[in-house]
């Protein structure tokens, strides 16, 4: 301290200090309010409230197990379909950026799509009704009560720009 007191005076003790004091401020602030970006997982509410579901209202530990892997490939497939929507728009904003593109090169992605995804559709769909056939009317109720959960429409389908 002699040294600083001699050498420099307390106003540059003061100075560093008040340096050390705002960057710890600002390095510390610049997280406050803000959040990590989750991944996006389509669906994964509504996956884990069936899973929930199932787990609490099928007796059967077979039936429990074969409907837990139908979720499982139902959550496959919901990422298969996110997947393809962002390699629409990619495409998409690729081709709209390319002053020499065709409408046939259009016609193509968005056909590529929709094959894509109907195949998708279509294992969802089926996925659907096998569990709807392995449960009994009662159960089948009980698992699909919405009153409670919010629509999977909203859960699985990502806008452009998320």
Do not use: H
């Amino acid at each position: 301290m002699r040294l600083l007191k001699n050498t420099y005076g307390w106003p540059l003790l003061f100075a560093v200090l008040a340096l050390c004091v705002l960057l710890g401020l600002t390095s510390g602030c610049s997280k406050v309010g803000k959040k990590e970006k989750a991944e996006f997982k389509p669906g994964s509410e509504w996956l884990e409230d069936m899973q929930a579901r199932v787990e609490e209202n099928i007796e059967d530990p077979d039936k429990k197990t074969r409907m837990l892997a139908l979720l499982d490939q139902t959550e496959k497939d919901l990422l298969e379909v996110d997947r393809v929507v962002r390699k629409l728009y990619a495409d998409l904003s690729t081709l709209g950026e390319n002053y020499n593109s065709s409408p046939e090169e259009f016609r193509m992605i968005i056909s590529g799509f929709e094959a894509n995804r109907r195949d998708v559709r279509d294992r969802i769909i089926e996925t659907r009704f096998e569990m709807r056939d392995m449960s009994t009317p009662e159960e089948w109720k009980k698992l699909t009560d919405n009153s409670k959960r919010k629509g999977l429409y909203k859960q699985t389908i990502r806008q452009p720009g998320q």
